[in-house]
């Protein structure tokens, strides 16, 4: 009915697959089918206690009021003493904007510095997200493809030959969705000298850098010449798991974060104060559940993987970060989107096409592994018994 009284603009705004999936596994469950879910990027443990706490003394201390666009003082100060200490990039309070998740960082900072015809260079397959605001912003979307023989990795030579006059902005994100894959910091390193000093941003995604198996994660703003020319995109939802608190934030040049402030005020006018006070704790509280739920992702990783490439016709590498594996499943020689369509409604087992996160993710599956072993282990003995029948 109201699809003439639309804007042009919403033709281009794209969506995230894993919802649409996750909601039609929910109505199978209704059913009274069995579901093992690996569609949603979610960590499945409850947030650390300490964290809970400290919200509920917030709420009760009367932390349930506006606050300022920008976030609470104190807590742009933990996040920029944080930033400061972990990822070695020397951060003040003026520099961050706290947000209520990660996508807003994405969706202000790509219509705060796109117009039309401006070329942003991005990761395919990546965060579906990334394609959508800079079409929506009416940019031109400018694919980096991360192949699987490069370890998912991004080609810095191809990075190069895509960078013209009117790239405006860079988006890297490691350790990366869905595939898993990481930068290194050679990479890291050769990404810095092609743009230093020319008028490009790199929105760096560094959400799942604590989530990470094997070296240290080095973030580019942290290069020399860098910090001015990088918006660090990061939150709590993946290292914490507060995926439902809504609490990211992004570290910039405060020129840039003044702007981003007003976006925030045209639309969400604040983050909420208590989830604010949980950020705090956070981030100066003890570590060691974050520890705990890493290394339990890493076992579960070394589970799922095994277990993939048991599969006749499966192969996949071992990702060194995030919590997501990316199979090979082009030898059945049908559309990953099917063979995802197939797997749910044939095996209960909700996973996501490749193509949900670009057109280099044909080819594949990405499975969330942030669920339990058993649920994992009766993954892959659903899946082995569908996918044999496939071929």
Known sequence: MFEHLLAKRMSRLGTETAFEVFAKAKRLEAEGRDIVHLEIGEPDFDTPTNIRQAAARAIESGYTHYTPAAG???????????ITRHKNVPTAADNVVIVPGGKPIMFYVILALIEEGDEVLYPNPSFPIYE????????????MPLLEKNHFRLDIDDMASKITERTKLIIINSPANPTGGVLTPDDIRRIADLVRGKNII??????????????????????????????ILDGFSKTYAMTGWRLGYGVMHPSLAER????????????????????IEALNGPQDEVDRMVAEFKARRDLIVAGLNSIPGVSCLLPKGAFYAFPNVSSFGKPAKEIAEYLLVNAGVAVLGGTA????????????????RDNLQKAVEKMDKALRALR
């Open 72 to 82: 609470l003082i104190q807590a742009r100060e933990a996040i920029a003493s944080y």
């Open 132 to 143: 959508s605001c800079i079409n929506f912003a009416g940019g031109t979307p400018v694919p």
């Open 202 to 231: 790199v929105m760096s995604d560094e959400i799942y850098d604590r989530i990470i198996y094997e070296g240290e994660p080095l973030s580019i703003a942290s290069l020399p010449d860098m910090k001015d020319q990088t918006v």
């Open 260 to 279: 981003i402030t007003k976006m925030m005020v045209n639309s969400n006018s604040c983050t909420a104060a208590f989830t604010q006070m949980a950020g």
């Open 357 to 372: 996160f670009g057109s280099y993710g044909e080819g594949y599956l990405r499975l969330s592994y942030a669920t339990s």
